[in-house]
T-cell receptor, first 111, second 114 residues
Framework: DQQVKQNSPSLSVQEGRISILNCDYTNSMFDYFLWYKKYPAEGPTFLIS?????DKNEDGRFTVFLNKSAKHLSLHIVPSQPGDSAVYFC??????????FGQGTRLTINP | DGGITQSPKYLFRKEGQNVTLSCEQNLNHDAMYWYRQDPGQGLRLIYY???????QKGDIAEGYSVSREKKESFPLTVTSAQKNPTAFYLC?????????????FGPGTRLTVL
């Protein structure tokens, strides 16, 4: 039962353009969402989060949008930079800080 | 420098042997977690601990055991009962096990069982 889904295994974007990573969830009880960035053979690094009482949260080049009615969130990175090439995971909090992770999307930024 | 350390980075073991993965944090976090990552999959929760001397099973606890004798340490033992132990293991911690407390991850240990 995949409660958090990232349907795009990979995404390729040109440097300087916008990268949009998508995530869908099925459990309406989830009320806090996080995005992590992961390089190979390293631990995930926290990027940005959003509470269900908001529909947008912004931090520098990173913006997360939440559409509760559609059970959908997205991460926008603008402008995209070569160092953004990594695997991005979305995660949902189901209480007591138990996170449910999506499968990840591999983002490649092309020069 | 505050952070989470996991050692070793790579670990090889023969089938049938128990192996213990180390996780230490000096962030003064109360809660600690163990996850497993397999290729093409997200992270799956093995065990978590909200306070010293207490821990709960996650989604895939079978074949694993943990202890939490000190606030800063949360070792994970992969026992011979774990059917597919080869994976990338990640330890994380958070200030408390609250709704909005972000989990911070260590660098991971890649375990290969031969």
């Amino acid at each position: 039962d995949q409660q958090v889904k990232q349907n795009s295994p990979s995404l390729s974007v040109q440097e300087g353009r916008i990268s949009i990573l998508n995530c869908d969830y099925t459990n309406s009880m989830f009320d806090y969402f996080l995005w992590y960035k992961k390089y190979p053979a390293e631990g995930p690094t926290f990027l940005i989060s959003i509470s269900s009482i908001k529909d947008k949260n912004e931090d520098g080049r990173f913006t997360v949008f939440l559409n509760k009615s559609a059970k959908h969130l997205s991460l926008h990175i603008v402008p995209s930079q070569p160092g953004d090439s990594a695997v991005y995971f979305c995660a949902a909090n189901r209480g007591a800080q138990k996170l449910v992770f999506g499968q990840g999307t591999r983002l490649t930024i092309n020069p | 420098d505050g952070g989470i350390t996991q050692s070793p980075k790579y670990l090889f073991r023969k089938e049938g042997q128990n192996v213990t993965l180390s996780c230490e944090q000096n962030l003064n976090h109360d809660a600690m977690y163990w996850y497993r990552q397999d290729p093409g999959q997200g992270l799956r929760l093995i065990y978590y601990s909200q306070i010293v001397n207490d821990f709960q099973k996650g989604d895939i606890a079978e074949g694993y055991s943990v202890s939490r004798e000190k606030k800063e340490s949360f070792p994970l033992t992969v026992t011979s009962a774990q059917k597919n132990p080869t994976a990338f293991y990640l330890c994380a911690s958070s200030i408390v096990a609250g709704l909005t407390d972000t989990q911070y991850f260590g660098p991971g240990t890649r375990l290969t069982v031969l």
